[in-house]
């Protein structure tokens, strides 16, 4: 079966790099109070754990033997307040970690959702929007863990390491030299383990990302698979993806569980030769009690040494995370406020195209040498055949793309020059995709200006003919659309969404395709509020139906990277051009 893009892997196998994790520890650094005494707790509660051989190896060696029934109580309950201690650190450092660390998901997630408002939309186009979820969420999750939980884990090991061989071999040397001998073993089977280990979870991550791009697109999609009745086809893409992903987490276990086994193994040989030598070899010189504490003590001993092996793992791994997380951070916002950028005023609407040349591809130039001037109040239309570069030029009046030559004014103002927001604000733009955010319908229209009155919406939905639909709704502007509008017709969406551009009451109104998914009647009724709506204002209307644009002030027909025809409807009738050709072509359908 054909490759697509979602069985193409992410690469995480990447080398260490310190920049990284210096980087993200800046998210770590505001909470290092917090992580002092996470750790101080956790300190604490190993060598209270640590005390419990020893309490045994003297129950064992004198209480017990000499019948000293006092001290054996004294004992029991000095037992149960070092379990209680350890019990209550740990759960305080729990609930402190617990906060760290989604302060951390927290804070980078924040940092991550408002770059991506201002990334370009090329940024959407080249991306799966599941692969960006998965960087915001799973990898974010994974991270936060290592820089919180994951730090503090490491310098706890390894302060239980020492500790344990400091009571260790308080209590026996040459029973602690036979424990700490498997040691270089451990270290062999790791250092040929731990790589693979570290891939094959790398592995599972990839696959998930992959199965989560494609479902996320599935369920965009879903009335577009039934219609088309795609349902078996996208189920066996699914089945291969969620098989993969399934197959790669079978392998990753099934080394990780080497790893215990080995360990384990390990421990367990070391344990027996403790209890040979001691028991075999050493008695009676050496106390019962004493080879209880010192196997207690063993069996410790281990457990940090795999912690921190697993910790190596999770690090090295978040480092390729953090590289992902950071190279979507790092993703430039080519469309910004240019250093020293200004307000642009209250504007009259006043457009000019000055030499503009654009292309989203170098060298392959949509527009060359595009100008003209649109007055305050003017409608101009815009024709001509798909892909010509019709919505290209409006997206350049909103600065959607930067230019690749030339200069767009606005009143005079060369809109590289101004803030973004300042630009926009004055405009409405309504485009060919009318999004639906899930929500009311009031809460969808005034999207566009939040501090609308009830009044100014139901105004605007009047004026686009969108008042009726939603008066017979159930529960009228208050009711609930999910999400993209699904309940919604095309048109009804396309409508809501018309009433929301035109709440914003904007100087410059660019209407793309915007009554398109619109029926004839309702385009009839729109079309004389429209008629009334744009007198004051300049706009810009894209429409593929002529018969919406024939009173605009301007028509301009699109071709061959520029303008081949320009002036009212009439005009280019009596031309007998490209216009008139269109034009009697829908005539005659």
Known sequence: ????????????????????????????????????????????????????????????????????????????????????????????????????????????????????????????????????????????????????????????????????????????????????????????????????????????????????????????????????????????IFDRLNNAHRRSWIKAQAVSNTVWVTVDNISVWVLGAMYIVGILVLQPAVPFGTIVAISNYASRFWQPLLNLSNLYNTFINSIAYLERIFEMMDEPVVVKDCEGATELPAIEGGVTFDDVTFAYVPGINILEHLSFDVKPGESIALVGPTGAGKTTVVNLISRFYNLTGGQVLIDGHDISKVTLHSLRSQMGIMLQDSFIFSGSILDNIRYAKLNATEEEIKRACHTVCADEFIEEMEEGYETQVNERGSRLSQGQKQLIAFARTLLSDPKILILDEATSSIDAKTERQLQTALNELLKGRTSFIIAHRLSTIKNCDKIMYISNRGISECGTHEELLAKRGDYYKLYMSQKSD
């Open 1 to 236: 079966m054909a490759r697509n893009k979602y069985d193409v892997d992410e690469t995480l196998e990447s080398p260490f790099s310190i920049k990284h994790f210096a980087r993200a520890a800046v998210y770590a650094k505001k909470h290092v109070k917090s992580m002092l005494l996470a750790l101080l707790f956790s300190v604490i509660s190993v060598i209270s754990s640590l005390l419990y051989p020893l309490i045994l190896q003297r129950a064992f060696n004198v209480t017990i033997p000499e019948k000293k029934l006092s001290e054996l109580i004294i004992l029991t309950l000095v037992t149960i307040a070092t379990i209680l201690l350890s019990i209550a650190m740990i759960t305080l450092r729990s609930r402190i970690m617990a906060q760290v660390g989604q302060s951390i998901i927290y804070d980078m997630r924040k940092d991550l959702f408002e770059h991506l408002q201002k990334l370009p939309f090329q940024f959407y186009d080249d991306r799966p929007q599941g692969k960006i979820l998965t960087r915001v969420i799973h990898y974010v999750n994974n991270v936060s863990d290592m820089l919180s939980n994951g730090i503090i884990n490491f310098f706890l090991e390894i302060f239980n390491i020492i500790f344990i061989a400091i009571f260790m071999f308080a209590v026996h040397v040459k029973l602690s030299l036979i424990v700490v001998a498997g040691v270089p073993l451990f270290l062999l089977v790791i250092f040929i383990i731990k790589p693979a280990q570290r891939r094959s979870w790398q592995q599972v991550s990839n696959k998930g990302s992959n199965m989560n791009a494609y479902m996320q697109e599935s369920i965009d999609g879903a009335k577009i698979t039934q219609l088309f009745t795609r349902e078996e086809e996208n189920a066996g």
